[in-house]
C-alpha cells in the first residue's frame, strides 16, 4: 500500500507549519508550536480555540507514528485527554485518532497501561436483559452495562474529523464483554457508538515499534480478559476426571485387597459379675506379607458408653500392638449422637500366630452389653484417598476464587456491580 504525502498550512496565531494527514477529513488541528486549535475546514484558516493550559502533555505514541493494527498500518495523527469528575475524584485516559487514508479512522486508548483498539460502529445495538442486568446486543455478543459517565476533552494535539475544543463534553455509556467493550457517545442529540477490544501494552509497542518496555498496567480494566476464565471450566473437568480415576483406583484395590476374616466371636459384658474383665481370645492364623488388619466392634449400647483396650499379641514372639477404642451411643427425642459401632486399622502386622487380649470398661452400674468383635487381615485403608480427594480439591477451588476475587475488582468501579454467585460461574458469555 503505497505513503500518502501530508500537506502543510501555516498557523495564522503564530505562523508555523502545521502537518495535515487526514487530508479532506480534517476539521481541525493543533498547532504543534502554540497549540491554538485551527479551524482546517476552509483554505482561509481561522483560530477556533487558543491553548490556555500551562503544561503541554507528550503523547506515549508520537503524531506521526505509523503502525500496524489488524494486518493494516495506521498512522496516528491525533491525540486528547478525555477527563471525567466524579464526586472529589478526577480521572482521565488518553485517546489516539489513527488514519488510514484506505480504511479511515480508528482509535486507540489508554488507562492505566490498559489499551483497547476502538473503530466506530455503523450498525445500532439492541436493549437486552442478561442475568437481570441492562445490556446490549451486538454482533452476536451481549455486552453488560458497567458505567456512565460525562467525559470532557482537557487537552488536544494533531487533527481531527470534527472541530474538537478543550472543553467539549459528551455522555459516554460503557457495555463489556471481555475482551470486548461496546461504548456510546451522545452530544447534540447524536449517539455515536464503537466497539473495542483490549490490547496489552506489549501488543501495542509491538504494533509501533516503540523503544523501551510499555509501562505497566494497574488494577483490573473493565473489559480485560480474565485469566482464569478459561481455566476454570477445564480445571473443574480436569477434578472431575482425576477423582474418576481415584474412584476406580479405589475399586482396584478392593478387588486386589479385599481382605479376610481372620477371627470373629460374640462377647457380653456385665458389671454385676465379679470376675476379671480382662481375657484373650484364641489363637488365630494371620497369613501373607506385613499389612494391616482392621479391628471391628459391634455393639448393642444404649444411652451408655464403653472403652475397650486391646493388645494384639503375637504368640510365638511375644511382639504386641497395645490400642484401644470408645464406644458411646446416646438418643432422645432431638435425636441420637455417637454410633454402637467402632473400628481400629493396626498398620504393617507380620504374618504368624495371634491372639487378642480384650478389656472391657463401662460406667458403674451400666446393664448388660453384648458385643462382636471381628478382626480382617490385608483391609483396604480408604483414608488416603479421601485425602488424595481433599487435595485434588485444591486446585480448582484456588483458581474459581482468584476468577471471583478478579471479578470482584473488575466491577468494584462499575455502576452495575452483580452478584458473587455471578462472578464465580462460567466463562465469557
Same mark, same amino acid.
Given at each position: 500500500?503505497?505513503?500518502?504525502q501530508? #500537506?502543510?498550512?501555516?498557523c495564522?496565531?503564530?505562523?508555523g ?8 477529513h480534517?476539521l ?6 502554540c497549540?491554538?486549535?485551527?479551524d482546517?475546514s476552509?483554505p482561509?484558516?481561522?483560530i477556533l480555540q487558543k491553548? &490556555?493550559? #500551562?503544561?503541554?502533555?507528550?503523547p506515549?505514541i ?10 493494516? &498500518?495506521?498512522q496516528?495523527?491525533?491525540?486528547q485527554v478525555r477527563r471525567?469528575a ?5 480521572y482521565?485516559w488518553d485517546? %489516539? ?5 484506505y480504511k ?7 488507562y ?7 473503530h466506530?460502529?455503523t450498525?445500532?445495538? !439492541?436493549q437486552?436483559r442478561?442475568?437481570? #442486568?441492562?445490556?446490549?446486543r %451486538?454482533?452476536?455478543?451481549?455486552y453488560?452495562a ?7 476533552t =482537557? %487537552?488536544v494535539?494533531g !487533527? +481531527? ?5 478543550t472543553?467539549?463534553s459528551?455522555a459516554c455509556?460503557?457495555f463489556v464483554?471481555?475482551?470486548s467493550m461496546l ?5 447534540g442529540? !447524536?449517539?455515536?457508538?464503537?466497539c473495542?477490544e483490549?490490547m496489552?501494552?506489549?501488543?501495542v509497542?509491538? =504494533?509501533?515499534?516503540?523503544p523501551g518496555?510499555?509501562?505497566?498496567a494497574?488494577?483490573v480494566?473493565?473489559?480485560?480478559s480474565?485469566? %482464569?476464565?478459561?481455566?476454570?471450566g477445564?480445571s473443574?473437568r480436569?477434578?472431575?476426571w482425576l477423582?474418576v480415576?481415584?474412584a476406580?483406583l479405589?475399586?482396584? +484395590? ?9 477371627f470373629?466371636d460374640?462377647?457380653?459384658y456385665s458389671?454385676?459379675v465379679k470376675?476379671?474383665?480382662a481375657?484373650?481370645?484364641p489363637t488365630f &492364623?494371620?497369613?501373607g506379607?506385613?499389612?494391616?488388619v482392621?479391628?471391628k466392634i459391634?455393639?448393642d ?5 464403653a472403652?475397650?483396650s486391646?493388645?494384639?499379641i503375637?504368640?510365638?514372639?511375644g511382639?504386641?500392638?497395645?490400642f484401644?477404642?470408645e464406644?458411646?451411643y446416646?438418643?432422645?427425642s432431638?435425636?441420637?449422637e455417637g454410633?454402637?459401632?467402632n473400628?481400629?486399622?493396626v498398620?504393617a502386622v507380620?504374618s504368624? &500366630? ?5 478389656e472391657p470398661e ?11 468383635l471381628e478382626l480382617?487381615?490385608?483391609v483396604?485403608?480408604?483414608g488416603f ?6 487435595l485434588?480439591?485444591?486446585p480448582?477451588a +484456588?483458581?474459581t476464587f482468584?476468577?471471583?476475587?478478579f471479578e470482584?475488582a473488575?466491577?468494584?468501579e ?6 458473587m ?7 465469557d458469555?
Open positions: 500500500m503505497p505513503a500518502v501530508a #500537506k502543510s498550512i501555516s495564522p496565531n503564530c505562523g507549519p502545521v502537518e495535515l494527514r487526514g487530508f479532506a480534517t481541525s488541528v493543533v498547532c504543534p508550536q497549540m491554538s486549535v485551527l482546517a476552509t482561509e484558516v481561522q491553548f &490556555q493550559g #500551562k503544561t503541554q502533555i507528550k506515549t508520537p503524531l506521526g507514528t505509523r503502525g500496524k493494527l489488524g494486518g493494516t &498500518q495506521y496516528v495523527i491525533g491525540f471525567v466524579s464526586g472529589d475524584d478526577t482521565s485517546e %489516539y485518532l489513527l488514519f488510514n487514508p479511515g479512522f480508528r482509535y486507540i486508548t489508554e492505566n497501561g490498559h489499551w483497547n483498539f476502538v466506530v460502529e450498525a445500532l445495538p !439492541e437486552s442478561s442475568a437481570g #442486568k441492562f445490556a446490549m %451486538y454482533g452476536g455478543k451481549t453488560l458497567f458505567d456512565s459517565m460525562t467525559a470532557s =482537557a %487537552y494535539l !487533527e +481531527f474529523p470534527w472541530r474538537v475544543q472543553g467539549d459528551v455509556q460503557d464483554a471481555p475482551p461504548s456510546s457517545e451522545a452530544t442529540g !447524536e449517539i455515536t457508538w464503537s473495542a483490549y496489552t501494552g506489549a501488543q509497542w509491538q =504494533a509501533f515499534q516503540l518496555s510499555p509501562p505497566p494497574y488494577g480494566f473493565a473489559n480485560q480474565s485469566p %482464569y476464565g478459561a481455566s476454570i477445564s473443574w480436569t477434578w472431575l477423582n480415576g481415584l476406580a479405589i475399586f482396584f +484395590f478392593m478387588v486386589l485387597s479385599p481382605g479376610h476374616v481372620a470373629s460374640h462377647y457380653a458389671q454385676g470376675t476379671e474383665s481375657f484373650v481370645t &492364623q494371620l497369613d506379607r506385613d499389612s494391616n482392621e479391628l459391634h455393639t449400647l444404649d444411652n451408655n458408653w472403652y475397650f486391646f493388645a494384639l503375637n504368640d510365638q514372639t511382639q504386641a500392638f497395645d484401644g477404642r464406644v458411646s446416646y438418643h432422645d432431638d435425636g441420637s454410633s454402637r459401632n473400628s481400629v486399622i498398620p507380620p504368624g &500366630q495371634y491372639y487378642l487380649r480384650v463401662m460406667d458403674t452400674g451400666s446393664p448388660f452389653m453384648r458385643y462382636e480382617r487381615r490385608n483396604p485403608n480408604y484417598f479421601g485425602l488424595a480427594a481433599l485434588l480439591l485444591i480448582p +484456588f483458581t482468584r476468577r471471583a476475587s470482584a473488575r466491577w468494584r462499575s455502576d452495575y456491580a452483580p452478584s454467585s455471578r462472578l464465580t460461574s462460567g466463562g458469555d
